[in-house]
């Protein structure tokens, strides 16, 4: 430090410093304004204001490096070397120009500082370049510590400097930046200066030919002027930079400006003329040329408004305007005033037009479509004369009040709405509340008080008042005060009094429906469970006993399956009078839904009293039931669950006594059945087998056997029906009869048909015969609108033709919706799948079924089969089947057949196909492996085929 203090004080002229600090000072503000330009030019027009820095800085650099020389005095003559002190200009330069190329072409603070670093060794570079070139009687050493700490202190300050010129910021930035630079300059040269030492060498003399001293301070102050010309160019350029800039986003407003205001004027719903002083149109939107009907190619042209009246003129619009309006369109007398005119055209439009004078002379007139507008003021200038004569002659009763004295006038319909002719009573208040019923008078006072105070805006309230005959009418009466005194005491009181007997008797019925079964005009399932609950609450706080008896009629499917849904609502009717009969006032029976009915015994302290009561309805409900010219028999079977002994919430009671109804049908029907927690394990090792259930259908733990189906005589082999078997894995073999049952109640046949499905058409698909398979179809699966699709994936997904699918289907399938269930048939029968209908003769309706819609094949039931050895009856009815099918195209099946005399039989009445344990019973497909592999197709049921010849 002692070094550069010396330097400074003893070595240099003391005007030189700080010569050379604003010398440097005022280049480096050159420097980096250029440098901000450069980075701020997205353009390549940066590559100048790079070039004008690198130049700046270069010139300041070398300036102030020399300005500094020509005062430094060591004691000895100094002449320079003009290379070298002109090349040191150029490194100056040069090494300025790539650290601003860098600085301009990178991001981020750390770029900033190698940049920086890189200018800094560039002005040592300068400087040490321009040291070569002095000479001197000696020669020169370097203290190294020095000059370390020199390049050190000069490459910071050149860091420091480019960060803060490269960040985003104002002038105080800048003057940081220019003042970091500056010490970077000023500081690398003095410290490095101080870092000399001159060795004296009187061998070595100043050159001749060295570099005049005048001639150096010469190349300073055209350098100076350089940097000075740089300024001011680069000032001049960021002027006219700006200037641009500011013109170009002028013209831009511009155009936004006069886009919104075009956009503006031709989205206006209103129409837009602006004219000057000499009549030329200056503005017209479109909305303006299309409700004057003006040419399109008058818009494009110069338009005058006088071209515009013309043209107005011509077309008679004006011709049923308003004298002013007509005199105006003719003479085009703006006036000084603003005015609007409306007026309908020969075209029955009517335009609101409105004009605004101008200073200038001119005017702004507007053109308003008032069409509709107009329309509509007509159409309630019409309502409210319809209203007025529909008050005069409509079905409300009008009244005037004078409240100060009580007197009232009332309209002729008033007084007919109570049988009344006008004038027969007296007209006043006190006739009104000597006819309103008791119960309401407290209501419609509390109404009327609080509108007379003001409280409401309107009295309206629905009460009863009394008719001529003493029968009572509902009425809505509604009222308004419409004279007040000056202390708001109410004066005169007007309304009208409408007749809802009719709405309140249908309110009534409704509510009456919402809570009653509509056939049987029994309570329904909600009232039912209300009143269990509330006679439970009651139990629980008083103490006694109840009965739930669940009802659920036997045979009733048979009903409607041989008479019809008619006569079967007739049964239910007459079932709900039998039951209704059998009970006490207090006692409630419902109807739950179907052929469910259930009884709350309100009172049951005697269990024998209970009983009696399910034997006497089961005997009620058993007596023939006439239907027609026949009688019908059904039964009824109840179960029985007592309150609270057996729950005492409703919900409990009633599922006990459903345990015991699904006992009691278990058990043979027509009977009755007392809850008992046994019945709770049974119900419970149901749930369990039903979850089994739902679990090996998921698993696919079930199996399938198959049924051969064989031509009559056993000739040939054409199919097998595929039949379900579940082997369970606690229980063992669980028979059909129990798991099918089971899924249909609970749901689960869905998915246990399309397992059974699913599974039969992919072992169908691997036999090496073309051999029908046939299975079973739910009516539940029939309630699946997209059955032919789910159908037509599963034989897609096993590879099965449809051809060789046929589905079975019994008929209630179709009667329980047959329009329905004939669309889905056809669109299966569309895909090739055979359609058979199972269980012929059962039903009531199977003529019918065949009639609309074209079997394949009709299977008869082994009911009559298996009879027709024993019951010429039955071998009648197999005869007229057979015959049916032929008659109408069908192939028939016979299912059942057990006995040889059976197949000779039917091989005599010529029956297309047979099935029954006879040809064999459903086994595993194992079992009839060479058949479906085709080893032997000719050699089925050998010995009934021997049998049968």
Known sequence: MYHALYCLTNEHTTWVVPVAAVVCWFSSLTTIHLLRQARSDRTSGHLIWIVGAGTAAGIGIWSTHFIAMLGYDPGYGISYDPTLTLLSLVVGALAAGLAFTLARCTAGRGAAALSGILLGLGIAAMHFTGMAGLRLPGVLTWHWPTLAAALILGCSFAALALMAATRPGRRAID????????????????LAMAAIEVVPDPGLAPEADGF????????????????FAISALALFAEHLRRTNRALREGKRLLRERTALLRTVLETMDQGLMMVNADGLVAVCNERAGTLLGLPEDSMRAPLTFAAVRTDQIARGRFDRAPERLAAWAIHARHGKDAHAFEHEGPDGTVLEIR????????????????????RAETRVAASEARLALALDAGSDGLWDCDLTTGEVWCSARWWRILGYEPGEMEPHARTWRRLVHPEDVAET???LAAHLDGRTDLYEVEHRMRRKDGTWAWLLTRGRVVTRAEDGTALRFVGTQVDISARKEAEGQIAHMARHDGLTDLPNRAVFYERLDERLDDLHQRGGKAAVLCLDLDRFKAVNDWHGHLAGDAVLRTVAQRIRR????EDTVARLGGDEFAVLMSEAGDPGAVEDLARRLIAAVGAPVPVGYQEATIGLSVGIALAPEHGALGEEVFQQADLALYRAKAEGRNTYRVFSPAMDAAAAERRDLESDLRRAIANDELSLHYQPQVTTGGRDLVGFEALARWSHPVRGMVPPSVFVPLAEESGLILALGEWVLRAACREAATWSRPLKIAVNLSPLQFQQAELAERVLAILTEAGLSPRRLELEITESVIINDMARALHILRRLKDLGISIAMDDFGTGYSSLATLQAFPFDKIKIDRAFVGHVEGSPQAAVIVKAVLGLGRSLGMGVVAEGVETFDQMRFLTNEACDEVQGYLIGKPQPIASFARYVRGDDPCAVLDEVRASAA
């Open 175 to 190: 003057c940081t930046a220019v003042t970091l630079l500056t010490g970077a300059i000023a500081s690398l040269h003095f």
């Open 212 to 227: 005049p001293r005048g001639m150096l301070a010469l190349g300073i102050a055209l350098g100076m002027l350089t940097v």
């Open 355 to 374: 004009t605004v004078p101008l200073p200038d002379g001119g005017a702004v007139l507007t053109f308003t479509d008032i069409t509709a507008r107009k």
């Open 445 to 447: 006072d509390r109404v």
């Open 582 to 585: 059998e009970l006490r006032p």
